[in-house]
């Protein structure tokens, strides 16, 4: 059965073309700097948004239109894989994600949730086995069920610990089965509501353990892939464990975990965290800590995770900027964790969006890379702090000063005179490289 059969298969028909079903930008066989589009980007179909998702919010039920909606249970499971690797291959995508409970239902107990899971797991092998797509990570949903109204890791009960301890090994092991790039955790859970109830140092020694067990479990099953962390800082919690890459690194350091996991990075989660998205990939980057992204943007007028997708030219070419300065996105990718807005409901509006995301990161590859090509920022910067590389500057830098001799030094200074920092002009120029793209 073809569920998109309106559909054909996507091309890259440039900027001039005007039919809404093809790329403008994104052109996957396009070579920079050695490497394809398709090799740079690495974009992943979310499969609970795209295929799941129906569009219900706190005030609604769902309005989306899907050719599967009228299945349930493990038949409905089974209609979702069709759906996906046809959607797959019209979109032309190397990878997609998933959680557990989105491609399989949950069964009333852990034995019945595995069954299911195995029965979907094989029937996604058999139709990875003739597709392009591959799987960029996996997780476990440990955040849905009202077992973990109190945390999975974290929570106070130990057998929500062992509940999920036994959901994440089932996890690695689907990972291995499927051959994953990655394994993801996030811990919309890991945190508390209130400290007048919280044992905040055991729930976050208790998530450290749970950690080491995976670490420990993939090594014993043979499942060697990055493990990555996604910071969020609240939502469905009040306040999470993982609020940012820098409250995360620091659990990582604390814990001696660094050597097994790295972030993934949503653009939403930063700005929940009151960062730019640029700043927390700058943050993993120069930590050597960036593993992949989860590619989506948030309404600035609305206080909460909306998940949209990716469309400011902006903020793609910043990011881009960021991994294209850390050499790529190693085993991670572009992970479309976006959904479409409660009124574009028809399955149409799934190709859209996924076109307007992609063609939005091919710009703003094209721009990163000229603006690097050209040393734009990367001279500016230099000269800015130029002052470190001679004289007192250079002695500070290599560790061959201290406070009596900087003391004699600034005792001798008359006047200080800075400079400006041109924040103006440098955004400027940014507009000015991306403008240049578009035409």
């Known amino acids: 059965m073809s569920y998109f059969k309106e559909i054909n298969k996507i091309q890259y028909e440039g900027a001039g073309s005007k039919n809404p079903l093809s790329y403008k930008y994104y052109n996957p066989e396009e070579v920079i700097n050695g490497k394809t589009m398709e090799e740079i980007l690495r974009f992943s179909v979310a499969y609970w948004h795209t295929f799941n998702a129906d569009g219900t919010d706190q005030f609604g039920v769902g309005t989306a239109i899907r050719p599967w909606n009228h299945l349930t249970g493990i038949d409905l499971a089974k209609a979702r ?76 009960h130990a057998d929500v610990f062992a509940y999920s301890a036994a959901k994440v090994k089932k996890g690695l092991e689907v990972g291995k089965e499927l051959g994953a790039k990655n394994y993801v955790f996030w811990g919309g859970r890991e945190g508390y509501e209130t400290l007048l109830n919280t044992n905040m140092k055991l729930e976050q020694d208790n998530l450290a353990r749970f950690f080491h067990m995976a670490v420990d479990y993939a090594k014993e ?44 990075i949503e653009a939403n989660h930063a700005t929940l965290a009151g960062h730019t998205f640029e700043h927390e990939l700058h943050v993993a980057r120069i930590n050597n ?36 300065k850390n050499d790529g996105l190693g085993s991670g990718g572009l992970n479309f964790d976006a959904k479409v807005r409660r009124g574009s ?61 900087l003391e004699e030094y600034a005792l001798q200074l008359n006047e200080i005179k800075n400079q400006s920092g041109r924040q103006e002009r440098l955004k400027m120029l940014v507009n000015q490289y991306i403008l240049e793209a578009l035409v």
């Open 221 to 264: 099953i043979g499942f060697d892939v990055p493990f990555l962390i996604e910071p969020k800082p609240k939502e469905p919690t009040k306040h999470q464990y993982d609020f940012d890459v820098a409250t995360g690194l620091a659990f990582l350091q604390k814990y001696d975990l660094t050597d097994h996991f790295k972030f993934n």
């Open 81 to 156: 894989v069709e759906a996906a690797f046809e959607f797959f291959e019209k979109l032309n995508v190397p990878f997609f994600c998933f959680h557990d409970v989105d491609i399989a239902p949950e069964g009333s107990t852990l034995k019945e949730t595995y069954q299911n899971l195995d029965i979907i797991v094989a029937m996604i092998k058999e139709y990875m086995s003739t597709s392009k797509t591959k799987l960029l990570w996996n997780t476990a949903n440990m955040f849905t069920n009202p077992r973990y109204v109190h945390g999975a890791a974290t929570s106070n």
């Open 345 to 405: 409901f028809e399955v149409e509006d799934l190709f859209h969006a996924h076109i307007a995301g992609m063609d939005s990161f091919a710009i703003g590859l094209k721009v990163a890379n000229k603006l690097l090509e050209d040393k734009v920022l990367e001279n500016f910067i230099e000269q800015r702090y130029s002052s470190y590389t001679e004289g007192i500057g250079l002695e500070i830098v290599e560790g061959k000063t201290d406070f009596k001799k």
């Open 289 to 324: 800590m960036l593993g992949s992204v989860d590619a989506n943007q948030g309404d600035v007028l609305l206080g909460w995770d909306t998940d949209e997708f990716p469309t400011d030219l902006y903020s793609t070419t910043l990011a881009m900027y960021e991994i294209l």
